[in-house]
């Protein structure tokens, strides 16, 4: 469909279990994205991988741990979760320009819903 | 830091009349301007995107948005709502980390209603 593909797409997870989101991208794009979507907040940048250089959000609990083996494939490690971390998890991918010159569109994956039981 | 405002939570039309979704931005710099489309349970879907061309910006499925920046607006329009335009609305601008890494800063986003 979009290029961007995520699984699983539903997750449901106790709180001291260890689980592990994937996101593959088959558009050749050298930046990949996760994002956080909250009932009611708008969307959260957790983690950027920009021309294989790691960015990271200084607000994202250590319980979160990303990985990106190569330029098209994203995942997100997840361990001891709260249950407020339920929310869609939304991968994205762009082509990134130069450093220090604004972004192009990214495009999104279909998103894990995850829920902390 | 650049950031954007999403001026409706909900917005909701007849099927038939036109739609207008508000955003302003604000920007120390000339900037790269979205919209997203989110339909239930989906992931997002690029409308249309401004990077410093023509002000009017043409979309998919009929919409489109103007840049102003005398107004530091970039509000989204369609002549004639359609039932599958119901879905939820993001204006998203483009800035960088420190160190010159891309984001995307999302509005809180806009849920349009269509109404037979």
């Known amino acids: 469909e979009t290029g961007v593909t995520q699984t699983p797409r539903h997750l449901v997870m106790g709180m001291t279990n260890k689980k592990s989101l994937k996101c593959e991208q088959h558009?050749?794009?050298?930046?990949m994205y996760w994002y956080k979507q909250s009932a009611k907040k708008p969307l959260e940048l957790m983690f950027v991988?920009?021309?294989?250089?790691?960015?990271e959000n200084n607000s994202v609990p250590s319980r979160f741990s990303p990985e990106c083996p190569n330029s098209s494939h994203l995942f997100l490690h997840l361990h001891t979760l709260q249950p407020e971390d339920s929310a869609l998890y939304l991968c994205?991918?762009?082509?990134?320009?130069?450093?220090?010159?604004?972004?192009?569109?990214?495009?999104f994956g279909q998103g894990t819903r995850l829920t902390v039981v | 830091a650049q950031s954007v405002t999403q001026l409706d939570s909900h917005v909701s039309v007849s099927e038939g009349t036109p739609v207008l979704l508000r955003c302003n931005y604000s920007?120390?710099?000339?900037?790269?301007l979205f919209w997203y489309v989110q339909h239930p349970n989906k992931g997002l879907q690029l409308l249309l995107k401004?990077?410093?061309?023509?002000?009017l910006v043409k979309g998919i499925n009929g919409f489109e948005a103007e840049f102003k920046k005398s107004e530091t607006s970039f509000h989204l329009t369609k002549p004639s709502a359609h039932m599958s335009d119901a879905a939820e609305y993001f204006c998203?601008?483009?800035?960088?980390?420190?160190?010159?890494?891309?984001?995307?800063?999302f509005g809180a986003g806009t849920r349009l209603a269509v109404h037979p």
């Open positions: 994205a991918s762009s082509q990134d320009l130069n450093r220090g010159s604004l972004g192009t569109e990214a495009f």
């Open positions: 998203v601008v483009s800035d960088m980390f420190s160190g010159g890494y891309n984001k995307l800063i």
């Open positions: 920007s120390s710099y000339s900037p790269s």
């Open positions: 991988y920009s021309l294989e250089e790691r960015v």
């Open positions: 401004y990077t410093s061309a023509a002000t």
């Open positions: 558009l050749g794009h050298n930046a």
